[in-house]
């Protein structure tokens, strides 16, 4: 049945494509459908290009060299940290800290905040829909320190109950860390609503952007987050590069996550005195290459422009919505009102995984499984779910085939 929404044209998807080499295959005979987005992007030439140009004229180790070639690469890698935070609006390249993605951003935050301001009997909140890597390094934290973890609850949609805040919240609560967009339901929370509860009790809070860094654009001043963690890989740069977001107070008065080189000032055996911002939280040779390829990827969104982005991905997951809200025995498994770019369900009698297999043979890629948010799957009494999540670069063609690959794999399995 044809779709009753209007596609509006936003942008030229075909012109997009021709920027993602990856995308023009065959995946077993058929056109390759790329709807693993929220798993990780693809890459556009420019920012392969940056990398290949990295390792053919500038590579060196930075920061150290007083050569051409460290100077160089010291200088691209800077860059990148002013076009970080520039991106996000962060008031100062002091508070762009470059990880290896969101789960060490994360779990940074979590050793080195909770060792200076988390002690015995504090809590954390956390919700009912994060991502393990906003989980698993709390409850280390609570191991270590004897600390509670507290947990939001959700609704049947897929929403956080945020009046439950207020049974949540004590004066012994040092954190609340919440994920933007959920990735295995789609779901946009109200961060800034969030920020300012957590605000009017002193509490600070750290967004995990993973999945909103790449949908919309943010600004951390005008939210007023205290961190924010996003991973490269995301939003169409290199894996194993991430940024983590602090303001530079907070990060100021926490102690170095990892000793080593670069985030020392002076080391002697009787004392060691640590390097200023941000480099105290940069140890050992970092990922320079990616680093580099992650501003290429920033400024290729930028060119595009994120509320294009937006719309475009939120009609893709409109339109998909509207398609596979007819196929019978279908449900979707998070049907917030503020939703973007995932699309989860399940599908009576077959599990998820058969979905993703014959999928495939249709040359259609999308995830089934957990999406690392276990507890989610338990509030919804289901082992995983089938997930299609959008990007810009897919078309209404994407969708088309989608949907007929989706069908023809129901009719095989039922
Ligand atoms: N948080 C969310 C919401 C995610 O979707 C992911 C990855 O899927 C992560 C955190 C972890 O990201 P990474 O594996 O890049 O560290």
Same mark, same amino acid.
């Given at each position: 049945m044809e779709s009753n929404i209007i596609n509006e !044209?936003? #942008? %030229?998807v075909e012109k997009i494509r021709? %920027?993602? +080499?990856?995308?023009h295959q065959l995946v077993h005979k058929k056109p390759l459908c790329y709807l693993d987005n929220a798993a990780s992007t693809q890459k556009p030439k420019i920012v392969i290009d940056s990398i290949n140009d990295f390792y053919s004229t500038t590579n060196s180790n930075i920061h150290r060299g007083v050569h051409f070639l460290s100077e160089k690469a010291t200088q691209k890698y800077e860059n990148t940290r002013t076009t970080v935070k520039n991106f996000i609006n962060a008031k100062s390249e002091k508070e762009i800290i470059f990880t290896s993605g969101t789960t060490a951003s994360i779990n940074l935050v979590a050793q080195s905040f909770g060792k200076k301001y988390v002690n015995e009997d504090d809590e954390i909140i956390v919700t009912y829909m994060e991502h393990h890597s906003n989980i698993v390094p709390w409850q280390i934290l609570c191991e270590e320190k004897n600390v509670n973890l507290r947990v939001l609850p959700i609704n049947n949609n897929g929403e956080?109950?945020? =009046? !439950?805040f207020n049974e949540l919240i004590t004066e012994r609560t040092k954190l609340i860390s919440v994920v933007h967009v959920s990735n295995s339901l789609g779901t946009i929370n109200p961060i800034e609503e969030i920020i300012k509860i957590a605000h009017q009790n002193n509490i600070p809070v750290l967004v995990d952007a993973a999945q909103s860094i790449q949908h919309t654009s943010i600004d951390v001043q005008k939210l007023d987050c205290d961190f924010l963690a996003y991973s490269g890989h995301k939003i169409y740069g290199p894996t194993g590069v991430g940024v983590l977001f602090g303001k530079e107070k907070l990060l100021d008065e926490m102690p170095p996550f990892m000793g080593g $080189? %670069?985030?020392? @000032?002076k080391v002697t055996f009787d004392e060691t005195t640590y390097n200023e911002l +941000?480099? !105290? #939280? =940069? @140890? $050992?040779? $970092?990922?320079i290459a990616g680093v580099i390829g992650l501003g290429a990827a920033i400024d290729y969104v930028k060119s595009i422009g994120l509320e294009k982005i937006h719309k475009h991905e939120n009609q893709l997951l409109e339109i998909a919505t509207q398609k596979v809200s007819e196929i019978k025995g279908l449900k979707i498994i998070g049907t917030a009102k503020e939703k973007t770019s995932v699309l989860s369900f399940i599908v009576e009698n077959i599990h998820p995984h058969d979905i993703g297999t014959f999928m495939d043979f249709e040359g259609v890629a999308i995830r089934t499984g957990h999406h690392c948010t276990q507890p989610v799957m338990d509030f919804f009494k289901i082992p995983a779910t089938s997930r299609a999540s959008f990007s810009f670069y897919n078309s209404l063609e994407d969708i088309d085939q989608f949907i007929i690959a989706l069908k023809k794999t129901i009719e095989a399995l039922s």
């Amino acid at each position: 049945m044809e779709s009753n929404i209007i596609n509006e !044209k936003i #942008f %030229d998807v075909e012109k997009i494509r021709n %920027d993602f +080499p990856i995308l023009h295959q065959l995946v077993h005979k058929k056109p390759l459908c790329y709807l693993d987005n929220a798993a990780s992007t693809q890459k556009p030439k420019i920012v392969i290009d940056s990398i290949n140009d990295f390792y053919s004229t500038t590579n060196s180790n930075i920061h150290r060299g007083v050569h051409f070639l460290s100077e160089k690469a010291t200088q691209k890698y800077e860059n990148t940290r002013t076009t970080v935070k520039n991106f996000i609006n962060a008031k100062s390249e002091k508070e762009i800290i470059f990880t290896s993605g969101t789960t060490a951003s994360i779990n940074l935050v979590a050793q080195s905040f909770g060792k200076k301001y988390v002690n015995e009997d504090d809590e954390i909140i956390v919700t009912y829909m994060e991502h393990h890597s906003n989980i698993v390094p709390w409850q280390i934290l609570c191991e270590e320190k004897n600390v509670n973890l507290r947990v939001l609850p959700i609704n049947n949609n897929g929403e956080l109950i945020l =009046e !439950k805040f207020n049974e949540l919240i004590t004066e012994r609560t040092k954190l609340i860390s919440v994920v933007h967009v959920s990735n295995s339901l789609g779901t946009i929370n109200p961060i800034e609503e969030i920020i300012k509860i957590a605000h009017q009790n002193n509490i600070p809070v750290l967004v995990d952007a993973a999945q909103s860094i790449q949908h919309t654009s943010i600004d951390v001043q005008k939210l007023d987050c205290d961190f924010l963690a996003y991973s490269g890989h995301k939003i169409y740069g290199p894996t194993g590069v991430g940024v983590l977001f602090g303001k530079e107070k907070l990060l100021d008065e926490m102690p170095p996550f990892m000793g080593g $080189g %670069d985030m020392i @000032a002076k080391v002697t055996f009787d004392e060691t005195t640590y390097n200023e911002l +941000p480099y !105290k #939280f =940069e @140890a $050992g040779t $970092g990922n320079i290459a990616g680093v580099i390829g992650l501003g290429a990827a920033i400024d290729y969104v930028k060119s595009i422009g994120l509320e294009k982005i937006h719309k475009h991905e939120n009609q893709l997951l409109e339109i998909a919505t509207q398609k596979v809200s007819e196929i019978k025995g279908l449900k979707i498994i998070g049907t917030a009102k503020e939703k973007t770019s995932v699309l989860s369900f399940i599908v009576e009698n077959i599990h998820p995984h058969d979905i993703g297999t014959f999928m495939d043979f249709e040359g259609v890629a999308i995830r089934t499984g957990h999406h690392c948010t276990q507890p989610v799957m338990d509030f919804f009494k289901i082992p995983a779910t089938s997930r299609a999540s959008f990007s810009f670069y897919n078309s209404l063609e994407d969708i088309d085939q989608f949907i007929i690959a989706l069908k023809k794999t129901i009719e095989a399995l039922s």
